[in-house]
């Protein structure tokens, strides 16, 4: 302690002196020989020696700090205030400060030893306001990244951020934990015998709370020695619950449920601490900018002058930072591809956030574009596409797949599209006599070939089962890897856990071609089996090695920050950017449900001739907005079956047909017969959607059933086509088992009505409950259904019982809210699924 900290507690003493006599026992009163007023004089004394120790920023409260020290040694650090008449009615607010850094330690301990251990059960927001604002100070108080805090469940909120641990100026320890107390003590005895040696460095502050009842009497001796050795080396401690070990220097701060006090305050005064300021005040944009100059900030990786440089020859991004210099990863022939990975939380997302940024800043759209797909249960890209609150987008991405955890064959989409990218360049690269992209951009200098990256975040999930899915993925990953590099495609494929992937370590030939390897921290089996360097990696760095992973090519890099804020103004620069005429990007959100009356091809539809109209069912997991379509011309079977029970999603495909085939026709060439078997609300709606269309279609009531389907099985002249829309087939089971026409039941009635319709121009839109229902109605000794339904479309209906269908055998399909699978006998060689529509109204026809 130096002169000036001595004459403050001191002068502090003649404060408590003053108020013994003001607030002491009558018999002090009545020998007293100064007044209670006397008290005013010695107040102002300490207030006037508390400026002089130390800037007045220091002794401040937060509301009045708005920068912190860059050079000198600290001085006592404030941690609340003690209210003080001071005579004729007034009061002063004294700060209250404790010596901590160069000078001992605090302990903060309840009144009585005998209350050992309630602490943090009963005070423990009173211990943390303290602790709070006695880090704080000091982190004001020292140079910038001249304090090391290294603490347990009292380590301050506010430190829980990126950008300290990136700068390693926090250390968390459980003392509990095996061995981590163990480590500590050996960590910092080595410490304090290496300053004795070489002299001061780091301040290291240590806050500890209820050691008593955890510590071996052993780690209680040897954090006795650190203490006592501990202040001339930097090393101080704020020690919570805890008894003062044996000749340690240490000032104590009593806290029990009713009052704090200090022993530098005396115990007369009540201590009010100051907790922690506000987010966004001066003090805490003081703490943000301190912090903020640890290696290169996010905005440091990006170029001064942007879209500037060219892709011909490869890509080049800055990620991070080692030792402050700016570190580099590269895609082109080699290395070809990258594969990251890492467990949740690691920092997988923050890094190719780094990598996308980092190119997009660097490259125009006309040089790279991206392809990014997230299977797992985030929005990780959703940010990149437009929306209905930001309509904004970033320019190089083409095709974005969100919130697809469980919609593998998206993925299996943007690969197939992939691969017809490299076809289409490999053919022009032929053509044009050249070798590789580099060569096509020479022969071509006109043409537009950017570079493509494709980002799939969590591809495992791709290759999760042994199925059809599986096998062409894994088929098409290995050849986009292979033969990609020559035609400026490069995949970056990322997992939390790629030990596991039989499908990717089954196939040598794709591992092979992978070989920038990212490592975050815990990852396994990213970097090659003999290469353990990731698993004692610090948060926020990455092991970047461009050799697939051999040993004794890593570099240890540290990733910045990529925050919200600064993600979104990076991007409206972009955006910003951009051409007049640039294209948004094709988006998959696989937790919307699509409109038909925003389908492209919807949109595009106009009445043509009968065998040219199609009616749409739903969206197809496809990179273009594409719906599933179904031409009903005059062949066999052209028929379509709904078979779900949830009605609406029955109501969107039922509606979406009936829609789209109206917007084909006109009033004199089609003719509608809506059938009302079970559901009336949706019989109901569907008429009045075809009368939006400018049609007058019939109705038909339950009880009207077998009177039309006899009108409609008699043979008659050629006509218009006639659409018949049979809401609830299986439902009108009671009506349709009765006789009709000279015996024949309404059952063989519709079958004899499917088996002609190529020649009467009938064509049927069914939906039934159930499989078994369908087969029961339509089925009989001398037909098969794919005679009579050759499209069918399947909502929550599990694959097994699909069996007998058309292209329904050995298929595995497991029921999804708002998925379908559906199948046209005339297109397909296997079933495929699709999103349904929501179900379209009257006023929304166009």
């Known amino acids: 302690m130096d002169q000036d900290q001595a004459e403050y507690l001191m002068t502090l003493t003649r404060v408590h002196d003053g108020l013994a006599l003001a607030r002491g026992s009558a018999r002090t009163r009545r020998g007293a020989a100064v007044p209670a007023q006397g008290v005013g004089g010695p107040v102002g004394h300490v207030l006037g020696m508390l400026r002089e120790l130390g800037p007045a920023e220091a002794l401040a409260d937060w509301d009045h700090v708005t920068r912190f020290a860059e050079a000198g040694a600290p001085g006592p650090l404030r941690f609340g205030t003690a209210r003080v008449g001071v005579g004729a009615g007034r009061c002063a607010d004294v700060p209250v400060v404790v010596p901590l850094l160069g000078s001992g330690h605090v302990v903060i301990n309840p009144p009585d030893p005998s209350w050992h251990g309630t602490l943090a059960h009963e005070c423990a927001a009173e211990v943390s306001a303290i602790v709070d604002n006695l880090v704080l100070r000091a982190l004001a108080s020292t140079p910038p990244k001249s304090l090391l805090v290294i603490g347990d469940r009292f380590m301050p909120a506010f430190l829980d951020r990126d950008d300290v641990y990136e700068q390693r100026l926090v250390f968390d320890i459980d003392p509990t934990g095996p061995g981590q107390m163990d480590n500590l003590l050996a960590r910092l005895n080595d410490d304090v015998e290496r300053i004795r040696r070489t002299g001061p460095e780091q301040w290291r502050l240590l806050i500890l709370s209820d050691l008593g009842s955890m510590l071996s009497a052993q780690h209680m001796e040897e954090l006795a020695w650190l203490l006592r050795a501990g202040p001339e080396c930097g090393l101080h401690a704020i020690l919570i619950d805890t008894p003062v070990p044996p000749g340690v220097v240490a000032e104590t701060v009593h806290v029990s449920p009713r009052r704090i006090r200090a022993s530098t305050a005396g115990p007369l005064l009540d201590v009010r601490p100051d907790g922690v300021p506000l987010p966004g005040s001066p003090a805490m944009a003081a703490l943000d900018e301190r912090l903020s100059r640890g290696g290169v900030p996010a905005t440091g990786l990006l170029p001064e002058h942007w879209w500037t440089e060219s892709t011909k020859d490869g890509l080049v991004a800055d990620i991070g930072d080692v030792g402050g210099a700016v570190e580099q990863v590269r895609l082109g022939d080699s290395p070809p591809h990258a594969l990251i990975g890492g467990p949740s939380g690691s920092g997988k997302t923050n890094f190719i956030y780094a990598l996308l940024f980092s190119l997009a800043t660097r490259y125009s759209p006309d040089e790279v574009e991206f392809h990014l797909l997230d299977f797992k249960e985030s929005v990780s890209f959703a940010a990149f596409a ?195 005429d640039s294209p948004e990007p094709s988006v998959f959100d696989g937790d919307h449900v699509p409109e038909l009356v925003c389908a492209a091809d919807y949109r595009a539809l106009r009445p043509v001739s009968a065998d040219q109209r199609a009616a749409l069912l739903g969206r197809t997991f496809d990179v273009a907005d594409r719906s599933a379509q179904v031409v009903l011309n005059g062949a066999p079977g052209r028929n379509i079956a709904v078979i779900g029970t949830r009605p609406d999603e029955v109501h969107g495909v039922l509606s979406a047909a009936t829609a789209s085939i109206a917007k084909q026709c006109t009033v004199a060439d089609a003719r509608f017969t809506v059938v009302s078997g079970s559901s009336d609300s949706i019989a109901v709606d569907l008429r009045d959607l075809l009368s939006a269309h400018g049609h007058r279609p019939d109705f038909v009531a339950r009880s009207d059933i077998p009177a039309f389907l006899k009108e409609l099985a008699e043979p008659t002249a050629p006509g218009p086509r006639h659409y018949v829309v049979f809401v609830g087939v299986d439902a009108a089971h009671s009506v349709l088992r009765q006789p009709c026409s000279d015996s024949a039941t309404g059952h063989e009635l519709l079958r004899q009505i499917l088996a002609d319709a190529p020649e009467s121009g009938v064509h049927l839109v069914g939906w039934w409950r159930g499989v078994h229902r369908l087969k029961q109605d339509l089925s009989d000794f001398g037909s098969q259904i794919d005679d009579q339904i050759g499209v069918w479309v399947a909502l929550d209906v599990h694959g097994g019982e699909l069996s007998g269908l058309p292209g329904a055998d050995l298929v595995t399909w497991h029921p999804q809210p708002r998925r379908g699978l559906w199948f046209d006998r005339a297109a397909h060689n296997r079933p495929r699924p699709l999103v349904p529509f929501a179900p379209a109204r009257s006023g929304e026809s166009r």
């Open 386 to 580: 437009p929306s209905a609150a930001d309509p904004g987008w970033l320019p190089h991405a083409r095709l974005i797949g969100v919130n697809i955890n469980q919609d593998r064959e998206f993925g299996l989409a943007m690969l197939r599209h992939l691969a017809e990218q490299l076809r289409i360049r490999s053919a022009e690269v032929k053509r044009r006599g050249a070798k590789d992209i580099a060569g096509l951009r020479e022969a071509d200098p006109a043409g537009r070939w950017p570079r493509v990256v494709a980002v799939i975040d969590e591809f495992q999930v791709l290759l999760a089962d042994r199925d059809a899915v599986t096998e062409e993925a894994a088929s098409l990953l290995e050849d986009l890897a292979r033969r990609g590099r020559s035609f400026g495609i490069h995949l970056v494929l990322s997992s939390q856990d790629v030990s596991g992937i039989e499908a990717l370590w089954g196939r040598p030939a794709l591992v092979a071609q992978l070989t920038l390897r990212i490592a975050l921290p815990g990852a396994t089996r990213v970097l090659a089996d003999d290469n353990e360097a990731a698993l004692a990696l610090p948060r926020f760095h990455a092991i970047v090695n461009q050799q697939s992973g051999v040993r004794g090519h890593d570099r240890k890099v540290r990733i910045p920050h990529f925050d919200d804020d600064m993600l979104a103004a990076t991007q409206l620069q972009l955006w910003e950017r951009r051409r007049a």
